[in-house]
């Protein structure tokens, strides 16, 4: 009985000492893989910013800026350099499931003044080409061109507000 007991107490201690993983903090924006599963089942990657509370909600912005007739498009049809792709915007519900909101730290915290009727913290980005493959994996060859146009466009969303 005592070495069952002597086992317990050190599994105890030592699992105590496993601690969770530390929340990351985003200074710019960080890729990450296992998001949403696409065609072919496959998990794609995803750029992941910090949201600016002190701007228009990112899906107004987005359709704003690509002309839908709808506030609830969370794909968009874009064009970089006359190739076509498709931008994926998740939502809050997809960001938690697929990132988990306790995996990432808020720097800017909800100021007083604060516009954006989305509770978001963050924001989420897939891009895939015309056949559907995975622009953002590290193995892409629109890899380069999907991280400099993704960051493009969260600069330009934090233009219209001010961080």
């Not at 030592?14 to 998001?35: E, K």
């Not at 890899?143 to 001010?162: P, Q």
Request: overall charge negative; charged content about 20%.
């Amino acid at each position: 009985m005592k070495g069952l007991a002597g086992y317990l107490l050190v599994l105890c201690i030592t699992g105590s000492c496993v601690g969770s993983r530390p929340a990351m903090q985003i200074d710019d924006y960080v890729l990450a893989d296992n998001g949403l599963e696409h065609f072919a089942h496959k998990p794609l990657h995803a750029f992941i910013f910090e949201n600016n509370l002190r701007n228009q909600s990112i899906e107004r912005f987005l359709n704003e800026k690509y002309r839908t007739q709808t506030y609830a498009d969370s794909e968009f049809w874009i064009s970089i350099n006359q190739q076509k792709f498709k931008l994926i915007l998740y939502d809050n519900a997809e960001f938690e499931k697929y990132f988990g909101m306790h995996n990432f730290v808020v720097v800017h915290l909800e100021p007083q003044n604060a516009t954006s009727g989305s509770p978001r913290k963050f924001i989420a980005f897939s891009l895939v080409d015309e056949s559907n493959e995975d622009c953002l994996a590290p193995s892409s060859l629109y890899h380069n061109i999907a991280v400099n146009y993704l960051k493009a466009l969260k600069d330009e969303y934090y233009s219209n507000g001010s961080f």
